[in-house]
């Protein structure tokens, strides 16, 4: 089977970079299962193992797609996509505007981000842990981590800072700065906070394998919450509350899901959680060749003829401010 993939942004993965990310790994595991892949993204991008088409802004999607393709995987909501009379599949990757439908042969990212779409089809993110490397689990674990734009209010950093402060723990902030301007400039006085910026490779890599947990209150249905999979691969326990796809990716050997930031600092304080079991919760669920096995079950569907949704998928009103309580 020939798959492209279409998305908006460039690969290889810069920082973050959560969907670029995913659709690299998803790629390489394709091909290590004797697929092609090929991706069709912006100028600059570059791949070692498939072939890689710059869009050409201004053309329709027909006129961009290569011969010899079997299907076509967007990673967003592509308008014309109906003319390009191939087969085609959208990953669905953040909550999308409620009540906007979306194409019938959507899947999302966790059971919970289906459900709230009206939709039971998803496939669970999943990373390549080999390109992580080996968790060394006899160094010495400094302090706590939010791991996440702390410029989102959803994400709710300010408070991550106060579950560390209650709990009396040190925490390190991957992805946000001190003094944050987007959110009003806001200045963390804290000494006991240090903030690492929007870190990548191999720091980020190295930071998650000096941390105790993460701390990750967020105040939104998470999609799916790849800072999870990835803090729970270096034996990072979560503390977290239940939104979203959370409670799918924590069970309860590997954290503690509250809306109570009392709840969440004491279990800090207990730090009972033990970090080989949540390494091994990440590894066996959270693969990038799970990933890819759960998308090709998707991938034969369409090509059968199977339209994958009934209805076109649509997000249902939600909740605007989630509890955070004391």
């Known amino acids: 089977m020939h798959i492209l993939f279409v998305n908006k942004a460039p690969i290889p993965v810069v920082a973050y970079g959560g969907t670029e990310r995913v659709i690299w790994d998803?790629?390489?595991?394709?091909?290590?299962?004797?697929?092609?892949?090929?991706?069709?993204v912006p100028q600059g991008s570059r791949c070692d193992f498939a072939r890689v088409i710059p869009i050409r802004p201004g053309l329709g999607w027909r006129e961009q797609i290569p011969g010899g393709i079997d299907l076509v995987h967007f990673q967003f909501n592509p308008e014309g996509a109906d003319e390009i009379d191939l087969p085609y599949l959208v990953t669905q990757h953040g909550n999308s505007i409620e009540a906007n439908p979306l194409p019938r042969n959507t899947v999302f990212v966790s059971r919970n981000h289906a459900e709230r779409h009206g939709s039971n089809e998803y496939v669970y993110n999943g990373l390549d842990w080999d390109a992580y490397g080996p968790v060394d689990f006899s160094l010495p674990r400094l302090y706590f981590h939010f791991l996440g734009k702390a410029a989102w209010r959803v994400k709710n950093v300010q408070g991550a800072i106060d579950v560390a402060k209650?709990?009396?723990?040190?925490?390190?902030?991957?992805?946000?700065?001190?003094?944050?301007?987007?959110?009003?400039?806001?200045?963390?006085?804290?000494?006991?906070?240090?903030?690492?910026?929007?870190?990548?490779?191999q720091q980020k890599l190295d930071q998650l394998n000096a941390s105790r947990g993460l701390i990750f209150p967020v105040l939104w249905h998470e999609p799916f919450g790849l800072a999870v999979i990835e803090s729970l691969y270096f034996g990072c326990p979560v503390f977290a509350t239940p939104y979203g796809a959370l409670p799918e990716l924590v069970p309860p050997d590997c954290g503690l899901l509250s809306a109570s930031r009392s709840a969440l600092a004491e279990a800090v304080r207990a730090r009972q959680f033990d970090a080989r079991a949540c390494h091994v919760q990440a590894v066996q669920h959270f693969s990038a060749a799970t990933m890819a096995q759960g998308y090709l079950e998707k991938y034969a569907r369409i090509l059968d003829g199977e339209i994958l949704n009934p209805a076109a998928p649509a997000m249902s009103a939600s909740p605007k401010a989630l509890p955070w309580l004391k």
């Open 166 to 201: 209650d709990a009396g723990v040190e925490l390190l902030v991957m992805g946000g700065e001190r003094l944050n301007i987007k959110r009003g400039l806001r200045f963390t006085w804290s000494r006991r906070v240090q903030f690492a910026g929007m870190v990548g490779g």
């Open 26 to 40: 998803l790629g390489k595991s394709l091909v290590r299962m004797g697929h092609q892949v090929s991706y069709l």
